[in-house]
């Protein structure tokens, strides 16, 4: 009766004392302190140089976690037993703080796939619970110049509203939008053509296909001039106070009116798919007519030039 008096007092000292337990070691500092330098037999490189691991297999899946003398082999796997040194599913160096999926060694916060391609780097992101709303991406601004975050999402109501978005958190229009039948807005959502740009465009030159190969119905230009002396270029300023989202500059322009070009000239005018059914005009396009036109005005010029000199000879004899 003694003794399991003194067991049982024995168990209540351990409980309430501050037991440590080592395994691997004699002197054990914590609770619960594991000590090893044997390394996995089939490991190589640097989780060959374990001073400690611990791991746990089920069926042909590791999950692993070692130390080493040098802070760079640190680390935490989970891989494939049969293929240990190449097929990583996740990898965690504690050197930086970087995670690597797909791969043993992740050289930046998140690495995905390794190096040698056969595991793709390759994220899914699924949609949110909102209706409207795909899978998102948020960059969060600079410590100092910025002021808005960067978002990146799906979004759209339909099919054909469907988009890829790259916004910042000031306003979804000062980014750029893709639609899923590839048309690109910049500064819109919804683009009508494969580039619509709301606001200026500046580049060292913009060139227009042209080749021969490309067309059919070849004619000259007829009536050139009477065409361009129908046109009537002008003065304007932007109507911002209405169209708040175009971007359009605060400087007075030069140009048509595309509703007066279309009665004139309607192949340089298109209509964007709005109902509204807005006009641009093919500026570029107009060159043709220009040139035409200063050819047939040339062509009066000489001639009144040959009728002048023939007077001249008459009046002098």
């Not at 611990?54 to 976690?65: I, K, Q, S």
């Not at 780097?121 to 110049?145: C, D, F, R, T, W």
């Not at 093919?282 to 000489?302: F, G, N, P, R």
């Amino acid at each position: 009766m003694k003794q399991a008096v003194l067991v049982i007092a024995l168990c209540f000292v351990f409980l309430n004392g501050k037991a440590q337990t080592g395994i691997g070691t004699t002197t054990p500092v914590n609770k619960l302190e594991i000590v090893t330098t044997k390394a996995d037999p089939a490991s190589t490189g640097a989780t060959a140089n374990g001073n400690f691991r611990l791991g746990a297999t089920v069926g042909t899946h590791v999950l692993d976690f070692g130390l080493s003398s040098s802070s760079t082999y640190s680390w935490l796997q989970a891989r494939d037993k049969g293929t240990y040194a190449t097929n990583y599913f996740l990898s965690l160096n504690p050197n930086g703080g970087y995670v690597g999926l797909g791969t043993s060694s992740p050289y930046s916060t998140l690495t995905v796939g390794n190096a040698a391609g056969t595991i793709a780097g390759e994220i899914s992101l699924n949609p949110s619970s909102a209706q409207y709303e795909g899978g998102q991406i948020n960059i969060k601004k600079s410590l100092v110049g910025s002021t808005a975050d960067w978002i990146i999402d799906q979004y759209g109501t339909s099919s054909s509203d469907a988009r890829i978005r790259i916004f910042n958190s000031l306003s979804e229009t000062n980014g750029l939008s893709i639609l899923e039948n590839g048309n690109v807005g910049m500064g819109s959502l919804t683009p009508s053509v494969r580039l619509q740009v709301n606001g200026d465009i500046i580049a060292n030159s913009i060139a227009g296909s042209s080749d021969l190969r490309y067309k059919t119905n070849i004619r000259p230009v007829e009536n050139a001039l009477n065409t361009v002396k129908s046109l009537r270029g002008v003065y304007f300023n932007w109507n911002q106070k209405e169209f708040p989202t175009k971007d359009f500059s605060d400087k007075t322009e030069l140009g048509f009116i595309a509703q007066e070009v279309e009665k004139v000239l309607p192949e340089v005018v298109t209509k964007d798919n709005t109902p509204e059914q807005y006009r641009s005009v093919k500026y570029d396009k107009v060159v043709a007519l220009l040139v035409e036109a200063i050819k047939e005005q040339q062509k009066q010029i000489d001639s009144l030039t040959k009728k002048v000199r023939r007077l001249s000879k008459k009046r002098n004899k």
